[in-house]
């Protein structure tokens, strides 16, 4: 079983709305979570990386927050634009450093 | 400073055949990660290399697949007697060291390889 489960697969939003990706993970112990994007035919760009510690991380129209509790963590995509078109990655680092995959969110902005 | 380069970008086989996918880690990176990316599905992690030494390759199948890091030269991922499941998109990321918190793995772009 996967210990990084992202939901939802795919999301088709309008240019300009807001969205919010979800990831869950039972990955343990826990050194940091990371969200990736990867735009098609390209390799994985890292967009936010948190740990135990912190429980909200911005990089521009982009913000993740963490809680460590429940093992939950949220992508939130503000404003969105067609560039966003792309795959989201969710990520989880152990404290070996072995890194768990999520298979993805595939978001599609629409004019 | 360039990033992860890795060439091809795409490469075609007949089954049997052989594949190279190399993979030249960022300037200053010791470290070297291969992932397997199947349609449809997340990043899996295959193996794990220092320079001239293998690390981890709890990920890589035990038959037909092997890699290295030379002291000279880029990372080389062979597939040996390639089949249709071998058809995915090869992935692969480097640092600058392992163990670091956090850690930072860059990606490159990727090996596209399609099985005939």
């Known amino acids: 079983k996967n210990q990084v489960e992202q939901s939802p697969q795919s999301l088709i939003i309008l240019e300009g709305k807001n969205c919010t990706l979800q990831?869950?993970?039972?990955?343990?112990?826990?050194?940091?979570l990371r969200w990736y994007k990867q735009d098609t035919g390209r390799g994985p760009v890292s967009l936010t990386i948190?740990?135990?510690?912190?429980n909200t991380k911005s990089n521009g129209r982009y913000t993740a927050t963490l809680d460590a509790d429940t093992k939950q963590s949220s992508l939130h995509i503000t404003a969105s634009q067609l560039s966003d078109s792309a795959s989201y990655i969710c990520?989880?680092?152990?404290?070996?450093?072995?890194?768990?995959f999520g298979a993805g969110t595939q978001v599609v902005v629409t004019p | 400073n360039a990033g992860v380069m890795q060439n091809p970008r795409h490469l075609v086989r007949r089954r049997g055949q052989e594949a190279r996918l190399r993979c030249s880690p960022m300037?200053?990176?010791?470290?070297v990660y291969w992932y397997r990316q199947l349609p449809e599905e997340g990043l899996k992690f295959m193996v794990y290399?220092?320079?001239?030494?293998?690390?981890?390759e709890s990920g890589m199948p035990k038959e037909r697949f092997s890699a290295e890091f030379p002291k000279e030269g880029p990372s080389i991922l062979r597939i040996q007697q390639v089949v249709r499941g071998d058809s995915a998109a090869y992935f692969c990321?480097?640092?600058?060291?392992?163990?670091?918190?956090?850690?930072?793995?860059?990606f490159g772009p990727g090996t596209r390889l399609t099985v005939l």
């Open positions: 948190m740990t135990f510690s912190e």
């Open positions: 300037k200053g990176h010791s470290h």
């Open positions: 990831c869950n993970y039972t990955v343990s112990p826990f050194s940091n």
């Open positions: 290399l220092q320079k001239e030494n293998i690390i981890d």
């Open positions: 990321a480097s640092s600058p060291e392992q163990g670091s918190v956090p850690d930072t793995q860059y």
């Open positions: 990520v989880v680092t152990d404290s070996w450093g072995k890194l768990q």
